[in-house]
């Protein structure tokens, strides 16, 4: 199973980016599906989750400004990032807790994308 994350780059304050995340391999089932950010030397930080039902939940410093969803059908997941700040500025991670059959499933990660917020 791999997870192939994408969308990052950059961007002046107040505008926006798009993340995505496509998982591929041998998935049986795909359940929750995770954003994560890190700045050097700071610990990682959960942005934003989304359960296989539908529902969300974001950290505080990005409520309002960040949408996450998914699209089962194409195994991925999106972070939609608007009203962009410069704190915003990490390596963004996509993570999932993937089932590869009815009885064993794993947390994947996938390849840190870079999001610079310029002032």
């Known amino acids: 199973v791999q997870l192939q994350a994408s969308g990052g780059g950059w961007v002046q304050a107040g505008g926006s980016l798009r993340l995505s995340c496509a998982a591929s391999?041998?998935?049986?089932?795909?359940?929750?599906m995770y954003w994560y950010r890190q700045t050097p030397g700071k610990q990682r930080e959960l942005v934003a989750s989304?359960?296989?039902?539908?529902?969300?939940n974001y950290a505080d410093s990005v409520k309002g400004r960040f949408t996450i969803s998914r699209d089962n059908a194409k195994r991925s997941s999106y972070l939609q990032m608007d009203s962009l700040k410069p704190e915003d500025t990490a390596v963004y991670y996509c993570?999932?807790?993937?089932?590869?059959?009815?009885?064993?499933?794993?947390?994947?990660w996938g390849q840190g994308t870079l999001v610079t917020v310029s002032s």
């Open positions: 993570s999932a807790d993937i089932a590869v059959n009815k009885n064993y499933g794993y947390n994947y």
């Open positions: 391999g041998n998935i049986f089932r795909i359940n929750d």
């Open positions: 989304i359960r296989s039902g539908g529902s969300t």
